[in-house]
């Protein structure tokens, strides 16, 4: 069972070890990817070894954040625990790795590579966090995980500069669908000013996160609102993303990071559906609902997570399985 750790705990956690590996999560959006970049440069401001595990699934548009922080060179390999030993320790001289995450809410959403890591200390804000980590500091209260990082920085005395509160206000603004969302609070607002005290340049992430799309990206949206369901009256809407329409459209992952939503745009729409085919043939389901209904807890009924407005869940037997699946459990909550 993992230790559940305070936000004070966290820091004092962190300014006690070194030889961090930071994991962001698998299909990593910006939230995970900036919580990671802005803690892996704010430790290394405190003098610490500090690395982001190279997440095979990070896609072209986070690249302006990562740079210089992916890999690991310098430390073994993470499924021993944590250790402090400098050079000259065992076997390769090179200290293991102590494992750390941000925005993970449970080990089966580990980036690959990394599915049976000893994670130290995980950093969330998913309600549904099952504590798969050695020690947890996991607050739902908190819009974005940013969030807590921006204030764990704050309490390990690091000065906040350019490039962490870029990274952060990504992080904050995209989980909040820029401010938009039922998550956000006073404090959110408080956190995308603090980020640019420290120097951030918004419009042009805004540019890229929510406004630019490619013409791929318009004929997928034009695709989706020829084949919308619906169901009960208008107010469940079902789309479905086939891998071979991914192709024909040469759509790109960046292209659909935030498409989940789209159903949620029409109007008298609570619940909104997205169905895709991931990897090993598994059909992912990504929920967006008004505040009328609980994603998370639609989500949980087939093994997946999330927030209250935002969660998801896979299922064997791709995009098929996944429709019949969630419908299933839609309709034990409002008629079809
Ligand atoms: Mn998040």
């Known amino acids: ?75 073994r390999p993470p499924f021993g625990g944590c250790s402090n030993e400098g050079g000259g320790g065992q076997g390769s001289g090179r200290p293991t790795a102590c494992v750390i995450s941000c925005d993970v809410a449970s080990r089966g959403l580990l980036p690959f590579g990394m599915e049976d890591a000893a994670v130290e200390l995980a950093l969330d804000h998913h309600g549904t966090n099952d504590g798969f980590a050695a020690r947890t500091h996991s607050d739902e209260t908190r819009a974005a995980c940013g969030e807590l990082i921006l204030e764990l920085l704050s309490l390990l005395g690091v000065r906040l500069d350019k490039e962490m ?9 995209t989980d909040t669908g820029c401010f938009r969302y039922t998550n956000v609070t006073a404090d959110t607002f408080r956190c995308a000013a603090a980020c640019m005290d420290a120097g951030a340049e918004i419009f042009p992430i805004n540019r890229v996160f929510f406004e630019a799309k ?47 939503g789209f159903g949620r745009a029409i109007e008298g729409v609570d619940v909104a559906v997205m169905l895709r085919e991931v990897e090993g043939g598994k059909g992912k389901i990504s929920l967006r609902c008004s505040p009328a209904f609980n994603a998370a807890a639609i989500c949980a009924k087939l093994g997946g997570g999330g927030h209250p407005g935002a969660a998801g869940a896979s299922v064997e037997g791709g995009i098929p399985a996944a429709r019949t699946a969630i419908l299933k459990a839609i309709g034990e909550e409002i008629e079809l």
């Open 165 to 173: 509160g870029e990274a952060l206000y990504v992080a904050i603004s």
């Open 214 to 260: 490619r013409r791929p990206r318009l004929a997928l949206e034009a695709w989706l609102v020829e084949h919308m369901e619906y169901f009960a009256q208008g107010r469940v809407a079902v789309s479905a993303i086939p891998q071979a329409l991914m192709e024909r459209l040469q759509l790109t992952e960046d292209d659909i990071d935030d498409i989940s």
């Open 1 to 75: 069972m993992s230790v559940q750790f305070s936000l004070a705990e966290a820091a004092a956690f962190l300014r006690g070890h070194d030889n961090y590996l930071i994991l962001s999560h698998r299909r990593p959006d910006g939230d995970t990817v900036g919580s990671c970049a802005a803690l892996c440069r704010g430790l290394r401001a405190l003098g610490k070894t500090a690395w982001l595990y190279p997440n095979p699934q990070f896609t072209p548009r986070f690249a302006p954040y990562l740079d210089g922080l992916v890999g690991w060179p310098d430390l």
